[in-house]
């Protein structure tokens, strides 16, 4: 069984579209994270909700929205593409912060063309 | 405020030689620190924590890491590299005070030659 899971694996779409990335954990963990890995493998965190609740919101432009329906999903979606939103992103979950393990998921690749 | 810097972008070994992957960090307050392994197409995978525990702390695989406050410093190493361990390795912190947000390294790639 699958910990963390992301769908779709790989995303290839126009600029200007509207896209939206899933995520879910099966873990029972209270944080989920959404992190971009860009070409040059630098990974920064951008969103991360804990029980539901977003407690960081880094500096992203406001095209990307994230939504938890309930803990075990964080959505991520995207409006007005653009070609610099091409990258690699991530899910993660954990119990809590501190020390607690970040377990990822697979990742989406992007390709805005 | 809190960062992390790895020495080396890239680093090549051979087969059955020492492993050793530089990471410092810099934190106001004690950190949590951790290394992260990514194989390629794949998410990351924890090798190791840094939880105040102990010093010398070893992980999966046959990777250890040390830390030292003095230096700021929490270095990977393995003594015997294999093929399997070329990867990207990320070195993270995260502040103690049961903060949420994790700060990443830029990463190192490794490269095992036969």
């Known amino acids: 069984d699958t910990a963390v899971s992301q769908t779709p694996k790989y995303l290839v779409t126009q600029m200007g579209n509207d896209k939206s990335i899933k995520c879910e954990q099966n873990l029972g963990h209270d944080t989920m994270y959404w992190y971009k890995q860009d070409s040059k493998k630098f990974l920064k965190i951008m969103f991360s909700?804990?029980?539901?609740?977003?407690?960081i919101n880094e500096t992203v432009p406001n095209r990307f929205s994230p939504k938890s329906p309930d803990k075990a999903h964080l959505n991520l979606h995207i409006n007005s593409l653009e070609l610099g939103d091409s990258a690699v992103y991530f899910c993660a979950s954990s119990q809590a912060g501190g020390q607690d393990t970040q377990y990822f998921g697979p990742g989406t690749r992007l390709t805005v063309l | 405020a809190q960062s992390v810097t790895q020495l080396g972008s890239h680093v090549s070994v051979s087969e059955g030689a020492l492993v050793l992957l530089r990471c410092n960090y810099s934190s106001s307050v004690p950190p949590y620190l951790f290394w992260y392994v990514q194989y390629p197409n794949q998410g990351l995978q924890l090798l190791l924590k840094y939880t105040s525990a102990a010093t010398l702390v070893k992980g999966i695989n046959g990777f250890e890491a040390e830390f030292k406050k003095s230096e700021t410093s929490f270095h990977l190493t393995k003594p015997s590299a294999h093929m399997s361990d070329a990867a990207e390795y990320f070195c993270a912190v995260r502040s103690n005070t049961g903060g949420f947000k994790t700060i990443f390294g830029a990463g190192t790639r490794l490269f095992v030659k036969a």
């Open positions: 909700y804990n029980n539901k609740e977003l407690i």
